[in-house]
């Protein structure tokens, strides 16, 4: 069975700081999926991840995938108040209608 | 930017009531899937549908539940007869195609109350 660990699960950071966030998954995949949630709200897609080595950044966020050692970060650069959420990694090990597997999730509070 | 869409946002219903969540995929998609979210928790995965059948579906997934893809454009999910523990979000997401470079793409959810 595929377990997906995210740690910290809660993290208080000031802004300007910056943080990483860790996803372990224990199955080999390459599909490594990080998604955003807002308070009572859906989950927006942040980064696809999908090969050894794979780095993506958007503003002041950057994913890596590191496929051999099953890990994958989320690294938050001089954080912003905006960026409170929390932020949830997902695997992929199936085909491609196979559903997702989710880490508990990283509730991410930035005060000023 | 195209949605997914989910009816009811709230749905409040008596235990042992049917109850059926909506969902209306993008409409290129191909691949539905249905995930719920206790208060609180992670996100689990429940059920996968592609060419008009079910792919996959997982341990939650029991004989309770069905989903339906009535027409070409909506996506449904049954509940059959509703405990307390059904109780949670639900989220419907969809995928253009079975490539993984694709994200699954979320609706806003339908928060399920059971009395």
């Known amino acids: 069975e595929l377990k997906v660990e995210q740690n910290p699960l809660f993290l208080s950071m000031q802004e300007g700081k910056n943080y990483t966030i860790y996803c372990n998954y224990s199955?080999?995949?390459?599909?490594l999926y990080w998604y955003r949630q807002d308070p009572g709200k859906s989950l927006e897609s942040l980064f696809v991840?999908?090969?050894?080595?794979a780095v993506k950044q958007e503003g002041r966020l950057m994913a890596s995938l590191d496929t051999k050692a099953r890990l994958s970060t989320l690294h938050i650069t001089a954080a912003v108040h905006d960026l409170s959420a929390t932020y949830f990694c997902?695997?992929?090990?199936?085909?491609?209608?196979?559903?997702?597997?989710f880490g508990k999730g990283t509730h991410l509070i930035i005060q000023p | 930017e195209p949605e997914v869409t989910q009816t009811p946002s709230h749905q409040v219903t008596q235990m042992g009531q049917e109850v059926i969540l909506r969902c209306v995929p993008i409409?290129?998609?191909?691949?539905f899937y249905w995930y719920r979210q206790i208060l609180g928790q992670k996100v689990e995965f429940l059920v996968s549908?592609?060419?008009?059948?079910?792919?996959?579906k997982s341990e939650i997934f029991d004989d309770q539940f069905s989903v339906e893809r009535p027409d070409g454009s909506n996506f449904t999910l049954k509940i059959r007869s509703t405990k307390l523990e059904d109780s949670a979000m639900y989220f419907c997401?969809?995928?253009?195609?079975?490539?993984?470079?694709?994200?699954?793409?979320f609706g806003d959810g339908t928060r399920l109350s059971i009395l």
């Open positions: 409409s290129n998609h191909l691949y």
């Open positions: 997401a969809s995928r253009a195609t079975g490539g993984f470079n694709q994200p699954q793409h």
């Open positions: 991840l999908l090969s050894n080595g």
């Open positions: 199955t080999t995949s390459d599909r």
């Open positions: 997902a695997v992929d090990i199936g085909g491609g209608a196979d559903g997702l597997t």
């Open positions: 549908f592609y060419n008009n059948e079910i792919s996959e």
